[in-house]
T-cell receptor, first 117, second 113 residues
Framework: DGGITQSPKYLFRKEGQNVTLSCEQN?????MYWYRQDPGQGLRLIYY???????QKGDIAEGYSVSREKKESFPLTVTSAQKNPTAFYLC????????????????FGPGTRLTVL | GENVEQHPSTLSVQEGDSAVIKCTYS??????FPWYKQELGKRPQLIID?????GEKKDQRIAVTLNKTAKHFSLHITETQPEDSAVYFC????????????FGTGTQLKVEL
């Protein structure tokens, strides 16, 4: 998991602004994921991508958007439509299912803590 | 979709005692069950996982058991140490479901001296 990075570590946003969280990995993983973590609620899946130029909604996609133009990068945009965006955001990556080895293990980045002022 | 329930939400043990955390899942197609440890402000780290073709797996002081019939799995930590204090998350996924993980709500483990 040392090969997956997120930036910035802390992010402050005014209401009504869109912000983009960065996630980069050099693990040559095909699959990437975005989770949101709130106190007492565990991790909830926002979006995931199994391959470049393709992604799917997770359980709480409303108010978020993603892109997957490069294998190494999976940025998350928190839009003004997200009503309660203050949270800890975690990005993860894994080898796609079907690849030999620990194809299910997800490696997490260090996270970005977003606060809406 | 999958639903994972985790209990207890908090657990306090004396150093040297054992700790057990239990999870249940709803989707019988789930076939992969990892456990993550998260220290305050840090990223979750995988500590052990089990696949549906085995019933138990052990790694030093940590073990996981799986009961597919009852759809529950448990984490066992023996000889607990202060550095075991953290939040532990269970999760479940299916290979055919895009490798998505559904997490439990976490257990705050505190190991007291």
């Amino acid at each position: 998991d040392g090969g997956i990075t997120q930036s910035p570590k802390y992010l402050f946003r005014k209401e009504g602004q869109n912000v983009t969280l960065s996630c980069e990995q050099n693990l040559n993983h095909d699959a990437m994921y975005w989770y949101r973590q709130d106190p007492g609620q565990g991790l909830r899946l926002i979006y995931y991508s199994q391959i470049v130029n393709d992604f799917q909604k997770g359980d709480i996609a409303e108010g978020y958007s993603v892109s997957r133009e490069k294998k190494e990068s999976f940025p998350l945009t928190v839009t003004s439509a997200q009503k309660n965006p203050t949270a800890f955001y975690l990005c993860a990556s894994s080898i796609s299912p079907g690849t030999s080895g620990r194809y299910n293990e997800q490696f997490f980045g260090p996270g970005t803590r977003l606060t809406v002022l | 979709g999958e639903n994972v329930e985790q209990h207890p939400s908090t657990l306090s043990v004396q150093e040297g005692d054992s700790a057990v955390i239990k999870c249940t899942y709803s989707d019988s197609a789930s076939n992969y069950f990892p456990w993550y440890k998260q220290e305050l402000g840090k990223r979750p780290q995988l500590i052990i996982d089990i696949r549906s073709n085995v019933g138990e797996k052990k790694d030093q002081r940590i073990a996981v058991t799986l009961n597919k019939t009852a759809k529950h799995f448990s984490l066992h930590i023996t000889e607990t140490q202060p550095e075991d204090s953290a939040v532990y998350f269970c999760a479940a996924s299916t290979t055919g479901g895009g490798n998505k993980l559904t997490f439990g709500t976490g257990t705050q483990l505190k190991v007291e001296l």
